[in-house]
Nanobody, 127 residues
Framework: QVQLVESGGGLVQAGGSLRLSCAAS????????MGWFRQAPGKEREFVAA????????YYTDSVKGRFTISRDNAENTLYLLMNSLKPEDTAVYYC????????????????????WGQGTQVTVSS
């Protein structure tokens, strides 16, 4: 079992930055693929970014490429999402997710692929 707790959300003006954190506990964090998803009001949950458990392999949805950076600190059991140049359309509840993977360079891109989820943190970007 893995427990995930997000933090770092808030209200920011367009063009600003936020860094989300996701603290993991319960199992060996370093062997898990980690992802960030978001859900805006009235919309389906969507993939944002993922990082393999061998640090260095990442993947982003097109709308955040060049603005968001996913990273992880396996020693601290923490996942991060640095969000720059925020836009009003980035407003959503952001969730971190985790699942084990057979290989260190594996990535997963859909919510159905992930087994463990945090409770979410609200990000609101004002125009």
């Amino acid at each position: 079992q893995v427990q995930l707790v997000e933090s770092g959300g808030g209200l920011v003006q367009a063009g600003g930055s936020l860094r989300l954190s996701c603290a993991a506990s319960g199992r060996t964090f370093s062997n898990y693929v980690m992802g960030w998803f978001r859900q805006a009001p009235g919309k389906e949950r969507e993939f944002v970014a993922a990082i393999s458990w061998i640090v260095g392999r990442t993947y982003y949805t097109d709308s955040v490429k060049g603005r968001f950076t996913i990273s992880r600190d396996n020693a601290e059991n923490t996942l991060y999402l640095l969000m720059n140049s925020l836009k009003p359309e980035d407003t959503a509840v952001y969730y971190c997710a985790a699942r084990s993977a057979p290989y260190g360079n594996t990535l997963y891109y859909t919510s159905a692929d992930y087994k463990y989820w945090g409770q979410g943190t609200q990000v609101t970007v004002s125009s």
